[in-house]
């Protein structure tokens, strides 16, 4: 975002020119597994898109496909404030990944962050080395992290994400020291998930104030009334 702009830019590392779609939707922290069947179910109904259009990228280029104001795009969707939404959008191309940014229109501790109740719903064993784990939450999730127990060595495919209540995302574990056997997924604390909410205490302790040293506290001269009575005194 520049200048209260929001801009979207695509880069393309493949030869010929993609034709991509690009999804725009505001997620709302009031967004629930409930409103995913309601308001934002996938149609003509769906109050959470922006808009959604499609863009010939050239190749081997980067270059800016979309541009709105910040304070149109939250007028996109009834209620949604800086505080309150953020922007998702997601690129689609025949046979290419989706790509997917999300963009939260103010800091982290201006937002009104819910609990998200972030849970791993699944684990499936995909080989002695390769784990899915799928993940979802009941309210938008900030920064999604998933750990392994502290005896295991790997990667997730996919770490520090951006969670939708109405989008579980499954990521894969690959390890690398240790063959993982079936037994091995009964065990809850072989990986666990948490979010910034976890971690994030939004209150902001006031500065201290500077210490003040004795010596300068006994040269300090004394208040104006103070001065004016021991003048009477003499």
């Not at 979207?8 to 779609?21: G, K, L």
Request: aromatic content about 6%.
């Amino acid at each position: 975002m520049d200048k209260g702009e929001v801009q979207i830019f695509m880069v393309s590392d493949m030869v010929d020119t993609t034709r991509a779609t690009v999804s725009l939707r505001l997620v709302s922290l009031a967004d629930t597994p409930s409103t995913c069947k309601t308001d934002r179910k996938r149609g003509p109904n769906d109050k959470s898109v922006v808009e959604v259009f499609t863009y010939d990228v050239p190749g081997l280029f980067a270059t800016r496909v979309w541009k709105m104001s910040a304070a149109e795009v939250l007028k996109a969707r009834p209620g949604c404030t800086a505080a309150t939404c953020y922007l998702s959008v997601t690129a689609e191309a025949n046979g290419l990944d989706i790509t997917e940014s999300q963009l939260w229109f103010t800091q982290f501790k201006n937002m009104q962050l819910p609990n998200p109740g972030v849970s791993i719903d699944s684990v499936k064993l995909l080989s002695p080395v390769e784990v899915n784990i799928t993940v979802r939450s009941q309210r938008p999730a900030a920064l999604v992290m998933l750990s392994a127990a502290a005896d295991r060595v790997g990667h997730f495919t996919d770490n520090g994400f951006n969670l939708d209540p109405c989008e579980p995302r499954t990521v894969t574990y690959i390890s690398h020291n240790s063959l993982i056997k079936a037994s091995d997924l009964a065990d809850s604390e072989l990986f666990s998930v948490d979010s910034l909410f976890d971690h994030s205490k939004w209150e902001e302790a006031a500065p201290a104030k500077p210490a003040v040293p004795a010596a300068v506290k006994a040269a300090a001269p004394k208040s104006p009334n103070a001065a004016a009575k021991n003048g009477r005194g003499q």
